[in-house]
């Protein structure tokens, strides 16, 4: 059967469990099965680092973290210095946990020091646009905590790419492009260009990429944890040890030296008073099913919020990307996102945003009134969500202001590529009942490279804005987490694991998100199915990069879309256009409680993933 994009009759009912290619689109990828483990992540090296842990024994949380830190090895949209935030399911209390790693604003980040410097915004790329590394704590403090093996077994395969590896074309592309840049920043130049002067100077697809400092880092590492191991401490204090001497010994000391001397602002006392934070997550019911997400310093609960409104419609009865059912997301979503530009923000900084009354099902109705079934509304705000948990709206004479609509339905290459900036997923899962969920991210090329630690640093600084006219939770501050769009997901029924899912691709993550979900949920489709199947993003929301620009009306859809769909979306007030491929990337694993067994699904979109056993 042709992949179409007319009202699809369903073929499965998750009644019948998931089966492959009765849904009317035809995979291009098979899906994975798996009894005891599964490892899926962006890149196919990367997955192979997980499979290799799983191989020698270790369980879901040691194979993620052998993915990260491969995956971070790899630049895949990511590295040593960026951020890892986490849901991780602990089959021994049944509990979801929310991992939040995320690096916070350096000293002397102020919204102030950056307007002084001429910025609307904290800048995209170089040291000032960096957070303190948060991905090496998150890694060893979920290892130490729920793992089963030594740092030294699982950061073996991202040392073994460290000391040398085929690169894809991809990311060595990246570089290429990216020279004019990475020439700025010395140690960056000294990392990724090893063909300085030449036409071409960064690696050639294929060609073996060597990263010493990095290697170096890792060593200092696996150096810390074997001697606190001959000083007799256990596996979590050796690897505590390790975690001490990346924040508080001889690599931060030259993580905060590198990053000042190339302007950037990160100190010695900034990195030791980090800290990793395991914290309750936010969850809704949809239709018996709990999704739960991380809290509000992600862009997550805008999925949850949405989930809220969705439950008020058939959506079953409107058909698989109909005009009708594309337009109602759409209106959903920018409701969604409206307030999540505007009261998503660090949860450990006041004020406090008033998740409980985002969150209800009453404000999810409320929202719904002024929503035209008929016609596009560019001028959709945040709502008011104080009434909701009994309380007054502190910040009623700004919310006007939100409600202005931006008529600039125009998207550039560079705004796309803003809107899609950075990340990658890692989910896992073991025959014992663990399931991590992840979307790391930060230290993209092009990366400043901090000192001789071979660690890009993050650009996550962007994400913050300097005006509380904006956002009044989301100012800049030291100490301050910037509101991200990493959003990782589970879901249980029935209180089991059903599905773990995750994907790349900044201000489109929790969008293509939700699609999926509704398409495992609503229309029957396995994980395949449901990662490839096309979807459609909406732009009518403040892009977390670059300039914060948003596309009122501006709707992709997939080329596929048959012609009446199209005239009757743009009838409706969208600004239309084409991609061939609008399904991801996501990777997810389905839980099939009916056979004991695992479905991995891996989109067609990119180069994620997966291998099972």
Not at 221 to 230: G, I, N, S
Not at 447 to 468: E, P
Not at 515 to 544: C, D, I, W, Y
Request: with cysteine; glycine share 10%.
């Amino acid at each position: 059967m042709k992949k179409t994009g007319l009202l699809l009759l369903l073929c499965s009912t998750l009644a019948q469990g998931q089966v492959f290619n009765e849904f009317p689109v035809q995979t291009q990828k098979p899906p994975l099965h798996g009894k005891h483990w599964m490892a899926i992540t962006g890149k196919p090296l990367g997955a192979t680092a997980g499979a290799m842990i799983f191989a020698k024994g270790g369980n879901a949380i040691d194979a993620s973290c052998a993915m990260l830190a491969a995956t971070c090895t790899m630049w895949d949209v990511l590295s040593w210095g960026g951020e890892m935030q986490a849901l991780i399911y602990n089959p021994r209390t049944k509990k979801v946990i929310g991992v939040n790693a995320h690096g916070v604003a350096p000293t002397g980040a102020t919204a102030e020091f950056y307007k002084s410097k001429g910025y609307a915004y904290p800048p995209e790329y170089g040291p000032l646009a960096a957070v303190t590394p948060g991905t090496p704590g998150g890694l060893m403090e979920i290892l130490a905590e729920w793992g089963t093996m030594s740092l030294k077994e699982v950061l073996a395969p991202a040392m073994s790419m460290a000391a040398g590896y085929p690169i894809e074309a991809q990311t060595a592309n990246s570089i290429e492009k990216n020279k004019k840049m990475i020439k700025e920043w010395p140690y960056s130049k000294k990392v990724f260009l090893p063909h300085l002067g030449e036409e071409r100077e960064a690696p050639e697809a294929g060609e073996i990429f060597v990263q010493k400092d990095l290697l170096a880092t890792l060593q200092k590492l696996v150096d810390a944890e074997q001697e606190a191991l001959k000083k007799g401490k256990s596996r979590k204090e050796a690897i505590r040890a390790a975690y001490d001497r990346f924040y508080k010994g001889d690599i931060a000391r030259e993580i905060a030296r590198g990053t000042q001397e190339q302007g950037g602002l990160i100190t010695e006392k900034d990195l030791a008073n980090w800290k990793v934070i395991f914290e309750e997550p936010l969850s809704v019911n949809y239709r018996g099913i709990d999704v739960y997400k991380l809290q509000q310093w992600t862009q997550g609960p805008s999925m949850l919020q949405a989930l809220n409104m969705l439950e008020n419609f058939d959506l079953k009865a409107m058909g698989y990307n109909s005009p009708r059912y594309i337009h109602t997301l759409y209106q959903v979503m920018n409701r969604a996102f409206a307030d999540r530009d505007f009261y998503y923000g660090d949860p450990y900084f006041a004020p406090a945003e008033p998740m409980k009354g985002l969150l209800s099902k009453e404000y999810a109705k409320e929202r719904l009134k002024d929503l035209d079934p008929d016609k596009n509304d560019p001028n959709v705000g945040p709502g008011d969500p104080y009434p909701f948990q009994n309380e007054k709206n502190p910040y009623l004479p700004l919310l006007q202001g939100n409600k202005v609509g931006y008529h600039d339905q125009q998207l550039t290459e560079e705004f796309l590529e803003d809107f899609t900036a950075g990340t990658t997923s890692v989910v896992a899962s073991d025959e014992e009942g663990w399931i991590v969920s992840m979307t790391p991210s930060g230290g993209w090329v092009p990366a400043t490279i901090a000192g001789n630690t071979g660690v890009g640093l993050s650009q996550r600084m962007q994400s913050f804005v300097l005006d509380a006219k904006e956002n009044p939770f989301n100012v800049v501050e030291p100490g301050k987490r910037p509101r991200v769009t990493l959003t990782p997901t589970l879901a249980l029924k029935d209180g089991k694991p059903f599905l773990a899912f995750a994907k790349q691709a900044g201000d489109e993550q929790d969008q293509l998100l939700l699609q999926f979900f509704l398409n495992v949920v609503e229309f029957g489709m396995t994980v395949q199915e449901a990662t490839e199947a096309p979807s459609f993003k909406t732009f009518q929301l403040k892009a977390s990069f670059g300039n914060h620009e948003k596309k009122p009306g501006a709707l992709t859809l997939n080329t596929d879309t048959p012609e009446w769909n199209r005239s009757e979306l743009r009838r409706k007030g969208y600004s239309l256009n084409f991609q061939p491929r609008t399904s991801g990337p996501i990777n997810a694993i389905y839980f099939d409680w009916a056979h004991g067994s695992f479905w991995g699904g891996s989109s067609n979109h990119g180069e994620d993933y997966g291998i099972g056993w």
